[in-house]
C-alpha cells in the first residue's frame, strides 16, 4: 500500500510500481503542482538574470540599515533623541543627495520613523544628538569628513553579490552582540566598515 501525495488515502498502486496517487484526479493535482514548482524555479533563474546594478542596491540596503540598528539597538533616536516607536535606519547624508555612502555605517544611525520620514531626516537633530553623545569632533567627520574622504563608488554587479553575501553574515554576528556603549558602537562601525572593505 502507497500513500497518495494528494489526499494521503492508502491505496493499492494499479498502473505502476511507481504510481503516486490514487485517482487520475489528483494525479492532475499533483502535475500542475509539478508545473508550478517547477515554473517558480524558472522564474526565479529569469528574474536573477534580468536585475540590473540598481536592483542589486535596493536588495542590499535594507540589510546594511539593519545592521546599523543592531549596533545601536536599545539607543534612544539619534535624532530627536526620544525612544523610537518603529526604528529606522537613518541615513545622515541621504542616499539621494551622496550615493557613496549609502553603506558607510558611519553614515547610517538608529531613528525613529517620525524624524526618518516625517520630518526629512530631521538634520538639525541629528547634528545635535550626534555632538551631545559622539562628540564634535566625530560630528565633523560624519558631517564633512565622510564626503571630503569617500568621493565616489563604483561597484560591479558581482561585486554587490559578495558585498550582500557578507553583510548577511555580518548581520548576524551583530544580532548576536549585547547592548554596546556609544564609544563601543563608534568603534565597532569603524572595524565593520574595513571589513567590508567597499571603499578600496
Not at 15 to 18: I, L, Q
Given at each position: 500500500m502507497r500513500k497518495c501525495k494528494i489526499c494521503k488515502v492508502k491505496f493499492a498502486p494499479v498502473?505502476?510500481?511507481?504510481q503516486m496517487c490514487c485517482s487520475i484526479h489528483c494525479a492532475i493535482k499533483l502535475s500542475n503542482q509539478i508545473e508550478k514548482q517547477k515554473?517558480?524555479?524558472e522564474k526565479?533563474?529569469?528574474k536573477e538574470k534580468l536585475k540590473t546594478k540598481s536592483d542589486y542596491q535596493k536588495e542590499l540596503q535594507p540589510i546594511f540599515n539593519q545592521i546599523a540598528r543592531e549596533i545601536d539597538k536599545s539607543s534612544l533616536c539619534l535624532m530627536c533623541g526620544k525612544k523610537p516607536k518603529k526604528e529606522n535606519?537613518?541615513?545622515y547624508h541621504s542616499v539621494g543627495s551622496n550615493p557613496t555612502l549609502r553603506w558607510n555605517l558611519f553614515?547610517?544611525?538608529l531613528g525613529c520613523e517620525k524624524c526618518n520620514s516625517w520630518l526629512g531626516g530631521n538634520i538639525n537633530g541629528y547634528d545635535n544628538e550626534i555632538i551631545k553623545y559622539y562628540g564634535r569632533?566625530?560630528?565633523e567627520y560624519i558631517k564633512f569628513d565622510l564626503v571630503r574622504i569617500y568621493k565616489s563608488l563604483h561597484l560591479s554587479i558581482p561585486e554587490l553579490k559578495e558585498l550582500k553575501v557578507l553583510s548577511k553574515k555580518i548581520l548576524k554576528e551583530v544580532k548576536e552582540l549585547p547592548v554596546l556603549t556609544h564609544?563601543?558602537?563608534w568603534e565597532l562601525r569603524k572595524k565593520l566598515n574595513i571589513r567590508l572593505n567597499i571603499y578600496k
Open positions: 498502473h505502476s510500481s511507481v515554473w517558480a524555479k526565479k533563474v529569469l535606519g537613518c541615513h553614515n547610517i544611525w569632533d566625530k560630528w564609544n563601543e558602537r
